[in-house]
């Protein structure tokens, strides 16, 4: 019996997609809720990446912030256990902060490289959480991986939460 296998349009028609949000990453430089640096907290950076409404564009932020992070972020991806996303977690991320979610909807699968994740029900919470997780050399990265939901109506409005969150503490 023939496998199903994506016809050929098919195949073409997703790696075009992959390559034009490739390619629009790549033109995306810092700037307001793009790996914008909004304060310095005790020496800590917190960089506000609210755009980053894929898991892609989360991953390369990742991979642009210097040393490790916490990163808060808003919804797990099921292309978090891939193995090179999984290399990346392993390499970046000292622990991960999910917003916005009841802890008994965590399947935790797939994030095995990160020692410690924990779960809190709003942003500003998740803030507060990651400024004690947080050490010395590390930074706080705010890249949801996820479209805006849990209350925001845009990745903007996301933002500016963290942003006062972060002024907050």
Not at 36 to 59: H, M, R, Y
Not at 142 to 157: D, I, T
Request: net charge negative; charged share 25%.
């Amino acid at each position: 019996m023939e496998e199903n296998k994506p016809t050929p349009s098919l195949r073409l028609a997703g790696g075009q997609l992959v390559e034009a949000r490739k390619a629009a990453l790549a033109t995306q430089g810092p700037g307001p809720h793009r790996l914008e640096q909004v304060a310095v907290v005790k020496g800590i950076p917190f960089i506000n990446d609210s755009k980053a409404t894929f898991l892609d564009a989360t991953l390369e932020s990742l991979a642009q912030v210097p040393g490790k992070v916490v990163w808060i972020l808003g919804d797990l991806s099921s292309e978090m256990d891939e193995g090179y996303v999984q290399d990346l977690l392993k390499e970046k991320v000292s622990a991960l902060v999910l917003f916005g979610r009841a802890v008994d909807g965590v399947e935790q699968d797939g994030m095995s490289p990160v020692e410690h994740l924990y779960v809190t029900d709003e942003l500003r919470t998740a803030v507060f959480l990651a400024n004690e997780l947080v050490r010395p050399g590390e930074s706080v990265l705010f890249s949801p991986a996820c479209p805006s939901g849990n209350g925001f109506a845009n990745y903007e409005e996301r933002g500016a939460e963290f942003k006062r969150a972060v002024k907050d503490l």
